[in-house]
């Protein structure tokens, strides 16, 4: 067996079939391949284990082709986005709480107004008095 640094390079490619083919920079000749990205990256380990020690403990960094790469970054860009802007609108939403209570709107009111039910109007005007709830 040959030794190990313990972090390895994984090649992820599509082929023509539509398989995942996946290579061990480090390694020359571990290679594998699979239907799906899960199964390859099964295989990948149980190849990487026939030239070295460590590969059920060892790290796997993951290399995609460039268009799937920005693929998956755009993704993620907006879910990111998506969810700071759903914290802003929550953040909101609690202080329009307040405001409707202090005006003295009832619950059903200010549920009416924001768009939501009056449990959820409710959660958050507890949520206000007490913030250390959840």
Same mark, same amino acid.
């Given at each position: ?27 020359? +000749? /571990?290679?594998?391949?699979? %239907?799906?990205?899960?199964?390859? $990256?099964? *295989?990948?380990? &149980? =190849?990487? #284990?026939? @030239? ?14 460039? +268009? /799937?790469?920005?693929?998956? %970054?755009?993704?993620?860009?907006? $879910?990111? *986005?998506?969810? &700071? =802007?759903? #914290?802003? @609108? ?45």
């Amino acid at each position: 067996m040959a030794e190990s640094t313990g972090t390895y390079t994984v090649r992820f490619k599509r082929i023509e079939d539509g398989w995942w083919l996946a290579r061990v920079k480090e390694v020359p +000749g /571990v290679l594998t391949d699979g %239907r799906t990205l899960a199964a390859t $990256r099964r *295989r990948i380990r &149980e =190849a990487l #284990a026939t @030239a070295v020690d460590d590969a059920w403990e060892a790290t796997l960094v993951e290399e995609y082709p460039q +268009g /799937v790469v920005q693929g998956v %970054r755009a993704v993620r860009r907006a $879910r990111e *986005r998506a969810l &700071e =802007a759903s #914290a802003a @609108a929550r953040t909101e939403m609690r202080r329009a709480v307040r405001r409707l209570a202090d005006l003295g709107l009832s619950l059903r009111d200010a549920a009416d107004l924001l768009g939501v039910s009056h449990q959820r109007v409710m959660q958050l005007s507890r949520s206000e008095r007490n913030p250390g709830a959840r």
